[in-house]
Nanobody, 121 residues
Framework: QVYLAEAGGGLVEVGDSLTLSCSATGNGFRRYGFGWFRQAPGKDREFVAAINSSGGTKWVADSVRGRVTISRDNAKNMVYLQMNSLELEDTGVYRC??????????????WGPGTQVTVSS
């Protein structure tokens, strides 16, 4: 069993930067790829970014490409999502997930409870 907990969300303004973190407890951190997803009220959950187990391969959604960087620190069992030039459309609950890194939700085995990011103008 792996437990995930996100942190770093909050209320920010358009153009701000924000870094989210995902802390993992349990065994096998290095075996898992990780993904970040977000969901706004009334909308489907959407893929944001993913990183494979080695950290050598990354995927980023078109909607955030150029503004988002995903990274991991295996020594600390941490995964990060750095977001720059935030837009109103970036608002949502952000969740990290552990499993097979991809843009597909079904490929992930464990999910964190989420952290709220609200972007205002």
């Amino acid at each position: 069993q792996v437990y995930l907990a996100e942190a770093g969300g909050g209320l920010v303004e358009v153009g701000d930067s924000l870094t989210l973190s995902c802390s993992a407890t349990g065994n096998g951190f290095r075996r898992y790829g990780f993904g970040w997803f977000r969901q706004a009220p009334g909308k489907d959950r959407e893929f944001v970014a993913a990183i494979n187990s080695s950290g050598g391969t990354k995927w980023v959604a078109d909607s955030v490409r150029g503004r988002v960087t995903i990274s991991r620190d295996n020594a600390k069992n941490m995964v990060y999502l750095q977001m720059n030039s935030l837009e109103l459309e970036d608002t949502g609950v952000y969740r990290c997930a552990a499993g097979k890194a991809s843009s597909i939700e079904a490929n992930y085995d464990y999910w964190g409870p989420g952290t709220q990011v609200t972007v205002s103008s």
